[in-house]
């Protein structure tokens, strides 16, 4: 089992900046991938990047690429997303997913475990 908690989320203006945690807790060396996800309302959650934790890769949504980051912080077992350049779209509630293993990618089917979320909004 794994426990996972975001953190981070706020108010922010157009093209401000905002960092979210995902601190995991539990089997935490299981953990291949970890991915964010965010679902604004009214709409279906929509992938917004990944990090491998062993060898740092990463992939992003068109939607959010050359804005955000995700690093990892392996000793203390948190996972971050550095958003820049907010826009109005970018508001939602943002999550965090663990993959044990096999192929991640963008779909929520391939995380076993889910965060509660954070809220960020972003005004105009």
């Known amino acids: 089992q794994v426990q996972l908690v975001e953190s981070g989320g706020g108010l922010v203006q157009a093209g401000g900046s905002l960092r979210l945690s995902c601190a995991a807790s539990g089997r935490t060396s299981a953990i291949h991938a970890v991915g964010w996800f965010r679902q604004a309302a009214g709409k279906e959650r929509e992938f917004v990047g990944f990090?491998?934790?062993?060898?740092?890769?990463?992939n992003y949504g068109d939607s959010v690429k050359g804005r955000f980051t995700i690093s990892r912080d392996l000793l203390q077992n948190i996972v971050y997303l550095q958003m820049n350049s907010l826009e109005f779209l970018d508001t939602g509630v943002y999550y965090c997913?663990?993959?044990?293993?096999?192929?991640?990618?963008?779909?929520?089917?391939?995380?076993?475990?889910w965060g509660q979320g954070t809220q960020v909004t972003v005004s105009s």
């Open positions: 990090i491998l934790l062993n060898s740092l890769g990463t």
């Open positions: 997913a663990a993959s044990f293993g096999g192929l991640v990618g963008t779909s929520e089917s391939d995380y076993e475990y």
